[in-house]
């Protein structure tokens, strides 16, 4: 129902599911906790650096230069794509 209501703002099952587990646990902060792993800011800094090089690399030749996951690579790319096409 919520999902209707909402549509695409709705919280998917994913991060209910994670939240019922910490409320069930009693654990009810709301900041996130600190991660392990480089920043994400890090990877598309260093992505975008690489694309400012040669936009016409390939994204197998991005994550082994990066040294991070090729979904990593695609996610970024798309973000980066949505951010410079508005």
């Known amino acids: ?5 909402y549509i695409e703002n709705a919280v998917g099952l994913t991060t209910i599911k994670e939240w019922f587990s910490k409320f069930k646990k009693s654990e009810f902060e709301l ?6 792993g480089r920043p994400k800011e890090t990877e598309a800094d260093d992505l975008q ?4 090089e040669d936009d016409f690399q390939l994204t197998r ?3 082994r230069l990066l040294n991070i ?3 990593t690579i695609l996610r970024n790319l798309k973000a980066t794509f949505r951010t410079t096409k508005m």
């Open 1 to 5: 129902m919520i999902c209707q209501a």
């Open 31 to 36: 900041e996130d906790k600190p991660r392990v």
């Open 49 to 52: 650096v690489l694309l400012d």
């Open 61 to 63: 030749e991005l994550d």
């Open 69 to 71: 996951d090729y979904s």
